[in-house]
């Protein structure tokens, strides 16, 4: 059974940093592509930031680039992003998404997780 579980949430002050983590489980989490969305209250779904399984250089969104880092730890199963100089406007529920042979290009996901909740005040 896959499995992805987000963690690193919370309730920062603009200008501040957050870590989340995805950890994955019933996956050969090497051979598979991972992604972070974001979905605020009221609004669509979107990318934030996505790594290929093969490396090469990941994607953002243009509202975080600069800001935002995501990176992955095969030996740990897990991704993650680095954000930095967050924003009001970063605020949302933040998701992991994995699909096999994903690239930094892939749109669709098959296995997502449940997110974690990102709050940042000014």
């Known amino acids: 059974q896959v499995q992805l579980a987000e963690s690193g949430g919370g309730l920062v002050q603009a200008g501040e940093s957050l870590r989340l983590s995805c950890l994955t489980s019933g996956i050969s989490f090497a051979n598979y592509g991972m992604a972070w969305f974001r979905q605020a209250p009221g609004k669509a779904r979107e990318v934030v930031a996505r790594i290929s399984w093969a490396g090469g250089r990941p994607q953002y969104a243009d509202s975080v680039k600069g800001r935002f880092t995501i990176s992955r730890d095969n030996a740990k199963n897990t991704a993650f992003l680095q954000m930095d100089s967050l924003k009001p406007e970063d605020t949302a529920v933040y998701l992991c998404?994995?699909?096999?042979?994903?690239?930094?290009?892939?749109?669709?996901?098959?296995?997502w997780g449940q997110g974690t909740q990102v709050t940042v005040s000014s």
């Open positions: 998404a994995t699909q096999p042979y994903g690239t930094e290009y892939t749109v669709d996901y098959t296995y």
